[in-house]
């Protein structure tokens, strides 16, 4: 089966700066990949996803790195705001299953 | 607006007590999910079902049941045979097919009396 980590499990940078949040996954047949945010007392809210075919997708001030080689993925933030502060999930899914596994989280925040 | 509503956002249980938690979407998706979220952990899957009349287990689908009579709505059942229901449930909907991101609701609180 697959199995997901996050690398850290809080991260704080100071506002304006970059954020980097890595996930690394198991199953090198994993060819779905998409990134939560997730708010205290809310459900996790779609950020951007990959599919393996590609390797960078960027969105609005995010940018997602995938690297197949070492099953590896991160999610940048740029210009990093108070209202990124969250929880980060980074989600998995391999072929034709439409299951995700999930990772731990990481809490983000943002200093003044 | 589209999106999920689960129902209700607070609930308390008592011992030997089965309780329904809501779920409805109005996105016109055929795929929905319930996830189980304990503290400072990942989602874990409890049931899914990809289309009406039609659900299978997740990873920790032991004490508890779904239902899907309605496209839009898929209610779970926590029954007095899961014995650590104290968690925040999940549940989530999707189009079918492969590589389509799972849009989520804002999650209902159960806890134990």
């Known amino acids: 089966g697959e199995s997901v980590g996050l690398h850290l499990p809080t991260l704080s940078v100071q506002e304006g700066d970059n954020s980097i949040i890595n996930c690394a996954y198991s199953n090198s047949a994993s060819d779905y990949f998409i990134w939560y945010k997730q708010e205290s007392g809310k459900g996790p809210q779609f950020i951007i996803d990959i599919r393996s075919n590609m390797d960078k997708r960027q969105g609005q001030r995010v940018t997602v790195l995938l690297n197949k080689t070492v099953k590896h993925l991160s999610l940048q933030i740029a210009a990093t705001q108070p209202g990124d502060s969250a929880v980060y999930f980074c989600a998995v899914a391999a072929g034709s299953a439409r299951q995700l596994t999930f990772g731990s989280g990481t809490q983000l925040t943002v200093l003044p | 607006d589209g999106g999920i509503t689960q129902s209700p956002k607070y609930l308390f249980r008592k011992e030997g007590q089965n309780v329904t938690l809501s779920c409805e979407q109005n996105?016109?998706?055929?795929?929905m999910y319930w996830y189980r979220q304990d503290p400072g952990q990942g989602l874990r899957l409890i049931y899914y079902s990809q289309i009406v009349n039609d659900f299978q287990k997740g990873d920790i689908a032991e004490g508890y049941s779904v239902s899907r009579e309605k496209k839009e709505s898929f209610p779970l059942t926590v029954t007095s045979a899961q014995k650590n229901p104290t968690a925040f449930y999940l549940c989530?909907?999707?189009?079918?097919?492969?590589?389509?991101?799972?849009?989520f609701g804002d999650g209902t609180r159960l806890s134990i009396l």
């Open positions: 996105l016109n998706h055929d795929a």
């Open positions: 989530a909907s999707s189009l079918q097919g492969e590589s389509q991101p799972q849009h």
